[in-house]
């Protein structure tokens, strides 16, 4: 099956410090998601990006689909950013899940 | 548009019990996909359903089973329940089967004591 493998597992940053997180993943995928796990468990979406390019406000996502991975880039972290943030692969299959990056922001 | 909603938030139950888990999908999603999160396992793959129908099945033992109803609301079941089911139980809806763009609901954190 597809392996996915997150880099680094563990961030800590300055609150106001930018940060990226990477994503290598095995085999093709036509489908790619980053999410946000706050501190209840909720898993919340960030980017839906099987390829391509996309931004929302501090956040911004990169996919290169035929390099095998992906690139989520916080600027301007702010203490509300901390949780751990996934990444998850498929190819009209279930969604294979990273480890996780943990993020902690520090005020 | 109303989320994922799931219910209990939280349940203890005994070793040997069983569990029902409940999960509503965002209106207009038909697909519903389960996945169970431990500290050492993380995030895996439990089941999917889409139109009433198990798509795929994650690599659980049959203790564990779902359905999906007409009104695309899904329930899973845990039978006879062991130490290492302690959990949170995550559902997430999608407008169609495959997995794609995926919309996650607050989950159920499963004590089993």
């Known amino acids: 099956g597809i392996q996915v493998e997150q880099s680094p597992p563990d961030l800590i940053l300055q609150e106001g410090a930018n940060s990226t997180l990477r994503c290598n993943f095995s085999?093709?995928?036509?489908?790619l998601q980053w999410f946000h796990q706050n501190p209840w468990g909720q898993l919340i979406n960030l980017f839906y990006?099987?390829?391509g390019t996309k931004q929302n406000g501090r956040l911004s996502a990169t996919t290169v689909a035929t390099e095998r991975y992906s690139l989520l880039y916080i600027s301007s972290s702010q203490t509300t950013d901390s949780g751990v943030y996934f990444c998850?692969?498929?190819?009209?299959?279930?969604?294979?899940f990273g480890k996780g990056t943990r993020l902690s922001v520090i005020a | 548009k109303a989320g994922v909603t799931q219910t209990p938030r939280y349940l203890i139950k005994t070793r040997g019990q069983q569990v029902t888990l409940s999960c509503s999908p965002i209106?207009?999603?038909?697909?519903v996909s389960w996945y169970q999160q431990t500290p050492g396992q993380g995030l895996q793959f439990l089941f999917e359903?889409?139109?009433?129908?198990?798509?795929n099945k994650g690599n659980f033992p049959g203790r564990f089973s779902g359905r999906q109803f007409s009104n695309s609301r899904s329930e899973m079941n845990v039978s006879t329940l062991e130490l290492g089911d302690s959990a949170l139980y995550l559902c997430?809806?999608?407008?169609?089967?495959?997995?794609?763009?995926?919309?996650f609901g607050p989950g159920t954190r499963l004590t089993v004591t």
């Open positions: 997430a809806s999608s407008l169609e089967a495959g997995g794609f763009e995926q919309y």
């Open positions: 085999d093709s995928v036509n489908n």
């Open positions: 990006i099987p390829s």
């Open positions: 998850a692969v498929g190819g009209n299959t279930p969604l294979v």
């Open positions: 209106s207009g999603h038909r697909s």
């Open positions: 359903y889409f139109s009433e129908t198990q798509r």
